[in-house]
C-alpha cells in the first residue's frame, strides 16, 4: 500500500485514510462508514472556507462583474464571464450583435477544449488504465499524453485569440467586447483545429475501449436546451422529468440548503430531490443537436441517445471535444468582425438572471442592479455545488455493490468515482480526504 493510502485496524472497525485526493481541481474529504456490512454515512466534507464573490461585489460597478467572476476558477473562467454578461445585459435589455454572439461561443468553445481534455487525458484516463497519474501514464503511452496536451494547448490558443490571454481572459464586456480580432488571426488557427478535430475522434475510439462498470442511474438530468444548437451561452433550462423554464425562474425552481459537512451549497429541486448537470445531462437532453461529425463519434462509440453511466462520461467528454472543435471551424469560417465591437449600455435599476453551460455543466448567475448600474447583491451557483447531493448518493450506492472488495481496491474505486464528474471544488469551494470506516 502506497504512503497516500494507509489502512489502520481500530476496535474492529477499518478506517482507510487518503491525505490528498489527487486529480480533481480544490480540496476537500470523503467520508464513508460501513455498519453491519452495509453503507452507512457518506460524506463530501467541503471545508475550504468560502470565498465570498457574491458579497465582494456588492456595491461595484456592473462592469467589474465579467473580470471579478472569471478569478472565481482558472479552469473555467469563460464560463463565469458569459454568465455574468448575458445576466446583466438581460438586466438592461441589451441584445448584442450577430457577430458578438458567434464571437462569445468561440470563446466558449476554445474553454471547452482546454478543460475537457484536461480532464480525459491527465485527470481521468489514468484511473481506467491503472495509472497513478498523467505523468506515470506518460512514461508508457508518451504518445497519448502529448496528442492530449497538444489538445489542451489548441483550446488555450484560441481563448487566448479571442479573450487577450488563456486564464482569466480579459476581452470579454458588457454588450460585447473591448476588442474583436481580425479575421486573419482566426485564420491562422485553421489548421491546428483541423488537427485537434481528427485527435479529437481518436480520443474519442480510445476512451470507448476502456473498461467501465455495470453501474446506470436514474438522474433527473437538467442542462440548456436550445432551438437549434447544442447548449453554450443561451437556451431554456430543461429536465429529463419535465422541467422547461427561462433562466428567470431558476430560483423559483431550485433550492440551494447548507449542509453541516460542507461549506459548499447542495442543490435539489423544489418538491423533490438532486438532478444532475454536465456532459451526461448536456448529451442526454441535446444529442440530436450535436454536429453531424460528432454525432458520428457518438454512434461508433456505442453512447445511443443518452447515458447514464458516469463512469462513461469520459466518452461523452470527448464528443463534446469534437464538436467543440467543429463549432469552432464553423464560427471562423464565417466570422467578420463587427465595429464596433459592443453595444452601448444605459445602465438602469433591474434584475437580470443567465444560464450557461460551463464544462461541467449549467452556471447559474443573478444580479441585481441599482439604477446607476452598481450591484445591489448577487448570486451564482457552480455546477459542481449543484451535483454534490447527487455525487453522494451515487457513491453509496458504487461502494454498496462493491463492499466485497479489499479496502486498498475500493478506496481507488471510489476516487476514480469521484472523478467521474469532473468536480471544481474551486468553483464550489473545495474537497479532499478519504475517510472510509467500516464497523
Known sequence: MSERKQAV????????????????????????????????????????????????????????????????????????????????????????????????RLLYCGEWIESHALHVYMLHAPDFLGYESGLHL?????????????????????????????IHPISAKVGGFWRMPPRAELLRLVEDLKWARDAAIETVRWVAGFEFPDFERDYEFVALRHPDEYPL????????????????DYERTFV??????????????????????????????????LSPIAKQAATEAKLGTECRNPFRSIIVRAVETVWAVDEALRIIESYEPCDPPAAPVAPHAGR?????????????HRYD???????????????????????????????????????????????????????????ATHFLKLDLRRE
Not at 233 to 248: M, Q
Open 233 to 248: 451561452c443561451e437556451g431554456r433550462v430543461v429536465s429529463s422529468a419535465g422541467i422547461d423554464i427561462d433562466p428567470a
Open 256 to 289: 440551494e440548503e447548507h449542509v453541516h459537512h460542507s461549506n459548499a451549497l447542495h442543490s435539489h429541486i423544489v418538491g423533490r430531490a438532486g438532478y444532475f448537470v454536465g456532459p451526461l445531462a448536456r448529451y442526454s437532453l441535446n444529442a440530436d443537436r
Open 369 to 427: 442592479l441599482a439604477p446607476d448600474g452598481t450591484i445591489e447583491a448577487s448570486r451564482i451557483v457552480p455546477p459542481t455545488a449543484q451535483n454534490l447531493g447527487t455525487v453522494e448518493r451515487d457513491l453509496a450506492a458504487f461502494v454498496g455493490s462493491n463492499l466485497s472488495l479489499d479496502t486498498e481496491k475500493l478506496t481507488w474505486k471510489c476516487e476514480q468515482a469521484v472523478r467521474n464528474y469532473d468536480p471544481c471544488i474551486s468553483c
Open 138 to 166: 506518460a512514461k508508457d503511452h508518451g504518445e497519448i499524453v502529448a496528442r492530449g496536451l497538444r489538445l489542451k494547448k489548441i483550446g488555450n490558443s484560441l481563448v487566448t485569440c479571442v479573450g487577450g490571454r488563456e
Open 9 to 104: 485496524l481500530e476496535r474492529g472497525n477499518r478506517t482507510v485514510r487518503v491525505p490528498v485526493l489527487a486529480r480533481v481541481e480544490g480540496e476537500g474529504g470523503l467520508h464513508i462508514r460501513v455498519k453491519d456490512g452495509k453503507v452507512a454515512q457518506v460524506r463530501l466534507d467541503i471545508f475550504e472556507p468560502p470565498r465570498f464573490f457574491e458579497a465582494f461585489m456588492r456595491g461595484r460597478p456592473y462592469s467589474d462583474a465579467p473580470d471579478f467572476t472569471a478569478r472565481i476558477c482558472g479552469i473555467c473562467p469563460v464560463a463565469y464571464q458569459m454568465s455574468a454578461v448575458h445576466a446583466i445585459e438581460r438586466a438592461f435589455g441589451i441584445t448584442p450583435e450577430p457577430a458578438v454572439r458567434a464571437l462569445r
Open 352 to 364: 437580470g438572471c443567465a444560464v450557461t453551460e460551463a464544462p461541467r455543466g449549467i452556471l447559474y
